[in-house]
């Protein structure tokens, strides 16, 4: 059965940097483009970042852009997602999902993990 799990959330200074980490099982890793997702309260889930399945060609939200950075390492079947210069407007679950496609659209995604909080305070 396939499991993705989060971790590295946590609570963080604006300014500041967390890496998050998500370890992939029960899936032909390397076969998937990995991506991150996040959800506020009271909002819908929104594309953050995607790294495809050879780890060449990487897309972000133009809210991240500069400040976020995806990538993976197919050996380890993990993707990570360091993310400096933190904002307020940062704080949300982070979710991480894998899908055939190098896709920024969230029902493009097989496969979820459970979640990881980030909050940023100002």
């Known amino acids: 059965q396939v499991q993705l799990v989060e971790s590295g959330g946590g609570l963080v200074q604006a300014g500041g940097s967390v890496r998050l980490s998500c370890s992939a099982s029960g899936l032909a890793f390397s076969r998937y483009a990995m991506g991150w997702f996040r959800q506020a309260p009271g909002k819908e889930r929104e594309f953050v970042a995607v790294?495809?399945?050879?780890?060449?060609?990487?897309y972000y939200a133009d809210s991240v852009k500069g400040r976020f950075t995806i990538s993976r390492d197919n050996a380890k079947n993990t993707v990570t997602l360091q993310m400096n210069s933190l904002k307020p407007e940062d704080t949300a679950v982070y979710y991480c999902?894998?899908?055939?496609?190098?896709?920024?659209?969230?029902?493009?995604?097989?496969?979820w993990g459970q979640g990881t909080q980030v909050t940023v305070s100002s």
């Open positions: 999902g894998a899908a055939l496609a190098t896709s920024q659209d969230w029902n493009q995604y097989a496969y």
């Open positions: 790294v495809r399945w050879s780890g060449g060609i990487t």
